[in-house]
């Protein structure tokens, strides 16, 4: 079973700390400098890269941690025997930060009975079985797909979707600028006709990002721009094309045809695509983003979940729900507002920024 992933994680991210000291003596007792600046240069790379995220996964979500953890440190604080008021209370603060209620129900169940199983009797022990419950709602035994599907074949292509406000916009733009960054050519397409200045907005985010972009005047139809953008992506072989919708879920019905429509054009043009279809929610609107999963997975084939803002709400727990309750996995969060704040979802990394303090 996954007993220990606390402990796991725990000897992760400090043998991480404890690497880098070792590391440091080791360069300052050597004699010879250019020793001393291979080493710098091979071991700063990759692993400062590692230290980067993991710190903007501390940072984006302090907000939950201040919140959630605390109020965990507190219940085990307050108790020092697991009592039914204990549990009752374990469970409001679950609730609290936004996991979802069936799954914090199941999740109760299976700590009950390991609780009883195993006999345990320790509240601090219990911490530590808490936070390997909390890992394993969101592995459930299965292999966690949260890399990009790149096609062989030039280009592949992303469309995002999400209602209005969720990020979807700036998410391309901090999407474009990491494969730029990896050398890949990207292209940004225009398929938000619908909102006032939407073209604009992209169309300024695709400079800035050294992107090539298309788009039409307001209005004009979706299909017909990205049409124009893959033909143009084939022409100039671009790498990716990421592709810009707007979000009226008001009208079911219209945006299913809308997205049909979209499917079928870019199918067209590109066989097997879209290769993506990233689903945008904003963690600051808890279960109505819950709500917003399930609806546009019924109307399109949603392949992953981008949850922005997570650096703004004390419920980061939206990201276990979403896996239980929607069964996408998350593949991009969102930390903040600079480019590397969206970051690959990485859950060993997630339990790490929201416990820490407990480890
Ligand atoms: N703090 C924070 N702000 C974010 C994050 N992601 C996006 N935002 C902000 O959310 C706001 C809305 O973002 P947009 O990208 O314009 O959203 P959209 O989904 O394209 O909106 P419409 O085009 O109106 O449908 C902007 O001010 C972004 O800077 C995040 O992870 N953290
Ligand atoms: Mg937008």
Sequence with gaps: MFMGIFNKIKNLFKKEENFEEELKEEINTEESEIHKNTLDESSNSIENEEKKNVKIYEKGLSKTRDNFVSKLINLTNKYNKITEDYFDELE????????????????????????????????????????????????????????????????????????????????IAKIASRLHDEGKSVMMVAGDTFRAGAVKQLE?????????????????????????????????????????????????????KELEKINKVIGKVIPGGPHETLLVIDA???QNGISQAKAFKEITNITGIVLTKLDGTAKGGIVLAIKESVGIPVKFIGLGERKEDLQVFDIEKYIYGLFKDMM
Aim: net charge negative.
């Design 284 to 286: 600051t609107t808890g």
């Design 92 to 171: 409001e603060i679950l609730i609290m930060a936004d996991i979802g209620v069936n799954t914090v129900m199941d999740f109760m169940d299976r700590l009950r009975k390991r609780v009883k199983n195993e006999k345990i009797e320790d509240v601090n022990y219990l911490k530590e079985v808490i936070v390997d419950e909390l890992f394993i709602i969101y592995v459930n035994d299965e292999i966690i797909v949260n890399k990009i599907n790149f096609s062989e074949n030039r280009p592949t292509v992303i469309l995002f979707v999400g209602v209005n406000g969720v990020g979807k916009t700036t998410t």
């Design 204 to 256: 300024e985010w695709a400079i800035k990002t050294e992107s090539s972009f298309v788009g039409k005047e307001e209005g004009a139809d979706p299909a017909s721009v990205i049409y124009d953008g893959l033909q143009q992506a084939i022409k100039d072989e671009t790498d990716v094309v990421l592709i810009d919708t707007a979000g009226r879920l008001q009208n079911k019905v219209n945006l299913m």
